[in-house]
C-alpha cells in the first residue's frame, strides 16, 4: 500500500508539473502559485536552517533528487520547481528566497526563457537576472549568489546561440562584485563532434540524468567549498 501510495503522489506531482508547466508557456503569472504553497507549507512544518546553501531555479533543480547528498556535508535546501522563468524567481523571491537568509543562493534559470513560443531574447533573461540580483542583495547585502551557466541540451541545441549569448552577458557582469559568482561546466557536456553529449541526458533530450549530475555535482560543490566557510 506504501508503494502505491508513493506511485500515486508521484503521478500527482508529475501531472501537476505538467499543468503547471503549460500554464507558465501560455502566460499564467499564477501558474507555480500551488507549488510555491506546498514549499511554505512544507517549511511551516519542517523550518529550513537559517544560514544554508538556497538551490532555486527550473527542472533540471526539481528533479535532482540526490541534491542534499551529493553536496553533503554542506547545508542545502532545494526550492527547484518546473519549467519556471527568470522572471517567476523574482516574482516569488520573497517567499522561498529571502525568508531562509542562506548563506548563498545557486540560481539556475533562462533556460525556458528561451526555447517557448514567445522567444525571450538574451538581454531580457539578463535583465531578470539583474532584478533577482539587486532585490536580493537589497535584503540581504552578505550573501554570495551564484549563477549556473545555461548548458546546452540535445533537444535544444537550435538555441544555443542565444544561450550562449546570455551566460557571457552574466558572466561579465559578475565580474564586477566580489560576491557574484559564475559556473559553467558547458564544455564538459559536450561530445567530441561539439555538440551535446546524448549519454548524459535523460530520453527527452533536455534534463541531465544521473551521470550527468556527477559532472554538475563535481563543478558546483568545488566552487562553493572553495568560497564559503562553514566552520
Not at 500551488?34 to 519542517?46: M, V
Not at 546553501?53 to 527547484?80: C, H, K, Y
Not at 564538459?188 to 551521470?211: A, E, F, T, W
Request: one cysteine or more.
Amino acid at each position: 500500500m506504501e508503494i502505491d501510495n508513493n506511485l500515486w503522489q508521484r503521478f500527482k506531482d508529475g501531472l501537476e508539473l505538467i499543468i503547471s508547466s503549460y500554464k507558465s508557456r501560455m502566460g499564467d503569472p499564477d501558474a507555480w502559485e500551488k507549488t510555491i504553497q506546498k514549499f511554505e507549507s512544507h517549511d511551516r512544518l519542517h523550518p529550513p536552517d537559517k544560514d544554508s546553501i538556497l538551490f532555486i531555479g527550473s527542472s533540471s533543480f526539481t528533479f535532482w533528487s540526490t541534491l542534499e547528498q551529493d553536496m553533503a556535508p554542506l547545508p542545502v535546501i532545494n526550492r527547484g520547481f518546473g519549467g519556471s522563468h527568470m522572471h517567476d524567481m523574482v516574482r516569488y523571491l520573497d517567499r522561498i528566497v529571502l525568508p531562509y537568509k542562506p548563506r548563498a543562493v545557486v540560481l539556475f534559470a533562462g533556460t525556458n526563457d528561451i526555447v517557448e513560443d514567445n522567444l525571450v531574447l538574451s538581454d531580457r533573461v539578463f535583465e531578470g537576472y539583474q532584478e533577482f540580483i539587486s532585490r536580493v542583495r537589497s535584503a540581504l547585502p552578505e550573501v554570495f549568489i551564484y549563477f549556473v551557466a545555461i548548458t546546452p541540451t540535445p533537444t535544444r541545441w537550435k538555441y544555443w546561440p542565444i544561450a550562449a549569448e546570455t551566460n557571457q552577458l552574466i558572466q561579465e557582469f559578475t565580474q564586477s562584485d566580489s560576491q557574484l559568482d559564475y559556473i559553467d561546466f558547458s564544455e564538459q557536456l559536450l561530445g567530441k563532434d561539439g555538440k551535446p553529449d546524448r549519454s548524459l541526458y535523460k530520453l527527452d533530450g533536455i534534463h541531465p540524468n544521473q551521470k550527468c549530475y556527477v559532472k554538475w555535482t563535481t563543478a558546483i560543490k568545488n566552487q562553493l567549498e572553495e568560497d564559503i566557510s562553514f566552520d
